[in-house]
T-cell receptor
């Protein structure tokens, strides 16, 4: 499809396990963002990629969280030693300041992570 | 740092009526953009409307309009002629128009449209 694709849509894991969440952005979009949305809250910024590099990772809560975008397209968010507090919907968005209305972001449907 | 405040956790409106969703913001940036997104129960964030800080006219997009009052730092969303399909969470967000900048969201307002 032409939109942002996120997999898996749902992930249930046990405390202490490692998880990977994948984001496939809109083709040609250079900017890619990861957000975390807890129940009843707005999305909270985690990390922003411009191309292959992380332009801003100030939102990552701790060193258990890491994200890569090796070829400037698909990105993977990696969470080590998961904790129950990591349970949330992880949203990915892509954009291009040269396109659209002031470069608005296009979001995927999110990956819902549940840590038991 | 940027901050978005949405003071209405929930709003109710009858079908075909207009509704205003409040948003105030705080930033030290001179040039910035304000956005509204809709999030239905499916979870996807859908872009609705954008207002640039230097735009002199309020943005409009179909039934959506943005009541931008720069001096008061407010960017309220007005939905005219509400429809049942408008029931969703609505998020106000902003981003500085400089370098690498991220989109900062408010906590959202749940809108319920009744028949």
């Amino acid at each position: 499809g032409a939109g942002v694709s996120q997999t898996p849509s749902n992930k249930v894991t046990e405390k202490g396990k490692y998880v990977e969440l994948r984001c496939d952005p809109i083709s040609g979009h250079t900017a890619l963002y990861w957000y975390r949305q807890s129940l009843g809250q707005g999305p909270e910024f985690l990390i922003y990629f411009q191309g292959t590099g992380a332009a801003d990772d100030s939102g990552l809560p701790n060193d258990r969280f890491f994200a890569v975008r090796p070829e400037g397209s698909v990105s993977t968010l990696k969470i080590q030693r998961t904790e129950r507090g990591d349970s949330a919907v992880y949203l990915c968005a892509s954009g291009d300041r040269g396109r659209g209305v002031a470069g608005e972001l296009f979001f995927g449907e999110g990956s819902r992570l549940t840590v038991l | 740092a940027q901050k978005i405040t949405q003071t209405q956790p929930g709003m109710f409106v009858q079908e075909k009526e207009a509704v205003t969703l409040d948003c105030t913001y705080d930033t030290s940036d001179q040039s910035y953009g304000l956005f509204w997104y809709k999030q239905p129960s499916s979870g996807e964030m859908i872009f609705l409307i954008y207002q640039g800080s230097y735009d002199e006219q309020n943005a409009t997009e179909g039934r959506y309009s943005l009541n931008f009052q720069k001096a008061r730092k407010s960017a309220n969303l007005v939905i005219s002629a509400s429809q049942l399909g408008d029931s969703a969470m609505y998020f106000c967000a902003m981003r500085a128009n400089s370098g690498y900048s991220t989109l900062t969201f408010g906590k959202g307002t749940m809108l319920l449209v009744s028949p």
